[in-house]
């Protein structure tokens, strides 16, 4: 493809239209640097979609003029980076151009206020508001698929998420976790402004903030006054430090598992921003929703493809209740109950075709609890409350550490009620049906008529519903998904993206 410079805004619906493909866009202000081209090849490798790098100095975003006329300009070697680094065309529009005198039909607009007012917003007044309008002017223009942000302004990036959803815009959001340059401060184009003393300065403060990162790793507590104790000791000059939320921006609360340390300071004229993120455990997807819905098949690919651990806690319940009809257990008697299953291990191997198993005290059962004679029973025992309160409390200890994705009816109430992505997976009966039907795995439902298992998954949906132990409900803070008419794949990727707008990239770098 033929790489393209364009500079007016009429230019860009001919170019759009000639490309015929999908647009990553990737909006900069110049003076390119490592943080930028780590945005343009991550678009680049994604997809093969047309890449557009935005070079514009948007006036609005300025509360100083100062500040707007010393902003560097380097856009001869912005140029070369762009396209050396996978742009496919570059979009230098003029002031006029993005703002045109007297044009009625520009939208400026208001950032949210429970997310622009604390932090940088505390003394940047209207700065995103700024930001919002640009930003909306330029995906009018451009129509991208994907926008391509970094995580290093956290702030801004989730304003900007909040103004796709608000404005209902038909775009993906890609976040890059910040770059870091070789003494571990953040990449910024103001960088080029700091004298070698205020270099040394900043150099100390983000080393600060990831010192505290790794201590609250062990600890798991982070001390903020004795941050600013140190800084001020260096006569740096804060204007802020914070632990919050990291989607909310409120205070933090013990209850948080993923929290924000963000903090700004000045070196000389030159105003800098940093942020770690604080992580109790890794995170945790919990899937719920009734049989047949898909979550197995579902949750096993996301495990994959995040590289998360796959708890599979249906088929927990369904070994134990394998044992007990081996065993002639009689499950009424509770306290017989409960000596056996201080007696029972429940593992998962993964086996020679990269798949999990099953086994309980030792033995492999992995296909024989997936007949229909468990099916039939599965409900019945996992509403026993020493079952379930044997079974839980195994799935918590397995999720201590997180970096999971689990499977059941009752993952996000019960067993993991602070997940940080749950899911309430369904589909009509009919479509449940027609899976067991088609299920290739399980010749006792390819053998059943359609109708008699329509009326199995009827009466399996009531027990798990009406049980009075953690009865299978949508938790509320659960994102559901009926997933009649989709593929497997398409589901997939749509609680990936979820997952991904969750969890910050930068939680993932070791």
Known sequence: MKKVIIKKTEEIENWRRNIKKEINFIPTMGNLHNGHIKLISTAKKDNSNVNLVSIFINPLQFDNKLDLESYPKTIDNDIKISFSNGADAIFI?????IYPPNNKNIKFLKAPIELSSPLCGLN??????????????????????????????????????????????????????????????????????????????????????????????EEKKINLNEIIKKLSAKKISIEYLEHLHPHTLKKATTEDNISLVAGAIRCGETRLIDHVFLMKRRPIIAIDGPAGSGKSTVTK???????LLYLDTGAMYRALSWLMIKESIDYKK????????????IVFKSNTNSQQDVYINNYCVTEEIRSQKISSIVSKISSIKEVRKFLVEEQRKIGESGGLVAEGRDIGTTVFPHAELKIFLTASINERAKRRKSDKNSKESQEIELHTLKELIKKRDFEDSNREISPLIKANDAIEIITDGYSINAVVDKIIDLYNDKIPKETEIK
């Open 93 to 97: 529009p003029s002031n006029e151009d």
């Open 124 to 217: 940047r007044i209207g700065h995103f508001d700024g930001v919002c309008t640009v930003v909306y002017r330029l995906l009018n223009l451009i129509k991208p698929k994907n926008l391509y942000l970094g995580e290093k302004d956290w702030q801004q990036l989730l304003i900007l998420k909040n103004l796709v959803q608000t404005e209902k815009l038909n775009v993906d959001i890609k976040s890059v976790p910040t770059q870091r340059d070789f003494d571990g401060i953040p990449l910024s184009s103001r960088n080029v402004h700091l004298s070698k003393n205020e270099r040394k300065l900043i150099r100390f403060f983000s080393s600060e903030l990831l010192e505290a990162k790794k201590i609250f790793q």
């Open 301 to 307: 690919l996301i495990a994959k493809k995040l590289k």
């Open 334 to 345: 509770e306290k017989k109950l409960q000596n056996i299953l201080q007696d029972i291990s």
